[in-house]
């Protein structure tokens, strides 16, 4: 049967963490039967810049780069025999070009290698990273850190919002398909006890929804402190050495303070691990339609949270 994860965008800039992320998709595609492209974007403005318009080295740096991106899908096709890669060259702002070429190729998720490295909540995500996570409408995977360790644990943090039914598929796919233990955790804001709360009563019914499904799985609710929710997701991460965080971006607007704005931000900056989003828009790429026949007998996801 044909799954649901068809096309997977990859942005490429040639440097070890987008040819990481080419790899991993590779594998990912191997299981999903998905096609892959792979993209680079010359950034137009300051190429013109540099080389005072010249068609020239436009063409010189276009041709190098298709022979570039032939190289690396080449190598990953020996390596993983089968997979369906295509390759892409354009020209303008990258994180503009990587969501239009998202669009045009309708693809279900996008992959990002990503070379900054937070040392402050504050500091802004790297540029490209921000912009396409901010504005996607299908999930991206900000790839970072050690990678060998993403399909063995995933942290998934929970709150009370209803747009979590594709982050629960999300994390019920990667149980699945690569035996991955999910450690759902949250932290109280109020001060109702902990085994009154309504977020503890969540995380059981997600407990319970994957153990049905044969996922192995645990839950963390923190009391309430001065620790910010950010810093105990990120400590609890490192405490079960995780490999992956599966966030779910509320996207309500394009500022700091609706979207990304004091957790989802912090996480994907301060994060050493690998950050999977998905925002509330995200419904290109249904997990729980992909997984509803095998993953979700009770409903669950699809009668509880919708």
């Known amino acids: 049967?044909?799954?649901?994860?068809?096309?997977?965008?990859?942005?490429?800039?040639?440097?070890?963490?987008?040819?990481?992320?080419?790899?991993?998709?590779?594998?990912?595609?191997?299981?999903?039967?998905?096609?892959?492209?792979?993209?680079?974007?010359?950034?137009?403005?300051?190429?013109?810049?540099?080389?005072?318009?010249?068609?020239?080295?436009?063409?010189?740096?276009?041709?190098?780069?298709?022979?570039?991106?032939?190289?690396?899908?080449?190598?990953?096709?020996k390596e993983i025999p089968g997979i369906e890669i295509s390759t892409l060259v354009e020209m303008g702002k990258p994180y503009g070009k990587i969501l239009e070429v998202a669009g045009a190729i309708n693809a279900q998720m996008i992959i990002l290698g990503e070379n900054h490295q937070g040392g402050d909540p504050e500091d802004e995500l790297g540029t490209t990273v921000y912009h396409v996570t901010l504005k996607s409408p299908i999930p991206v995977l900000t790839f970072k850190g050690d990678t060998s360790k993403m399909k063995d644990k995933i942290v998934v943090p929970l709150d009370l919002t209803k747009e979590t039914r594709e982050q629960l598929s999300a994390a019920l796919f990667y149980g699945l398909e690569y035996g991955a233990k999910i450690y759902l955790v949250s932290v109280l804001v109020g001060g109702i006890e902990k085994k009154e709360s309504r977020i503890w009563k969540k995380l059981q019914e997600a407990k319970e929804m994957l153990g049905i499904n044969g996922v192995e799985s645990k839950m963390k609710v923190f009391d309430r402190s001065d620790v910010p929710p950010f810093r105990r997701v990120l400590e609890y991460t490192k405490k079960v050495d995780a490999g992956m965080i599966l966030l779910m971006t509320h996207q309500e607007g394009y500022t700091y303070d609706n979207y990304i704005g004091a957790f989802a931000h912090h996480i994907m900056n301060l994060s050493d691990v690998s950050v999977l989003s998905m925002t509330s828009i995200s419904t290109s790429l249904d997990f729980s339609q992909f997984l509803k026949a095998l993953v979700d007998p009770m409903g669950l996801i699809i009668n509880k949270d919708r």
Do not use: C, R, W
Request: net charge positive.
């Open 1 to 77: 049967m044909k799954k649901n994860i068809q096309k997977i965008l990859i942005p490429v800039d040639f440097k070890d963490p987008s040819i990481k992320a080419v790899h991993y998709a590779g594998n990912l595609a191997k299981k999903t039967e998905a096609e892959l492209t792979l993209l680079y974007v010359i950034d137009a403005p300051g190429l013109l810049d540099q080389f005072f318009q010249s068609t020239d080295h436009l063409v010189k740096i276009t041709e190098q780069a298709k022979e570039k991106l032939i190289e690396i899908a080449g190598q990953v096709k």
